[in-house]
């Protein structure tokens, strides 16, 4: 994993005291959360939502994307007020995954280093089952052309 590539989205958050211990620095488990809401954000970005709430049609199928793997290396505590910018970079896009690379930043310096793993996936409206579903190509090429913007190719996108 490598910090010098291009993110193809950044997004910043204030740390929060709920997200620290009694010394003020930032709880580990934190950092998933951040991942996570900069995942949210990049497709608040791009027009989309991770979990569509409201359809016209009730019958029709909803995507969403559930986590398969996450981890995270820690390079540099995190403290109360501290002000992250967590740059958002593809590192695999596959026919039905995405696994995102995430660097977490205070200013210049990396505070950790994360991967996170989603899979794309459609919720029967009925029933409610999660399946995994083959990327839409709306979702590919919009992450395909925040790729091309970004100046940095993933290192295998399958389609």
Not at 40 to 47: K, M, Q, S, Y
Not at 70 to 79: E, I, R
Request: hydrophobic fraction near 35%; proline fraction near 6%.
């Amino acid at each position: 994993m490598s910090a010098s590539s291009s993110p193809i989205f950044t997004w910043e958050r204030r740390v929060e005291f709920a997200e620290t211990d009694a010394a003020g620095i930032v709880h580990f488990s934190s950092f998933f959360v951040y991942m996570e809401q900069a995942e949210h954000a990049l497709f608040r970005h791009c027009g989309w939502t991770i979990f569509p709430q409201q359809r016209s049609d009730p019958r029709a199928s909803l995507y969403t994307w559930p986590r398969v793997h996450c981890s995270c290396d820690y390079k540099a505590p995190a403290f109360f007020e501290d002000i992250l910018s967590i740059d958002v970079s593809i590192e695999r896009m596959g026919t039905k995954s995405m696994t995102y690379r995430h660097v977490i930043r205070r200013g210049p310096q990396i505070i950790a280093l994360g991967l996170v793993t989603s899979v794309c996936s459609k919720v029967d409206p009925v029933n409610h089952q999660i399946s995994s579903s083959v990327i839409p190509e709306e979702y590919r090429t919009k992450f395909q052309s925040l790729i091309d913007a970004s100046g940095t190719a993933p290192s295998n996108i399958s389609h």
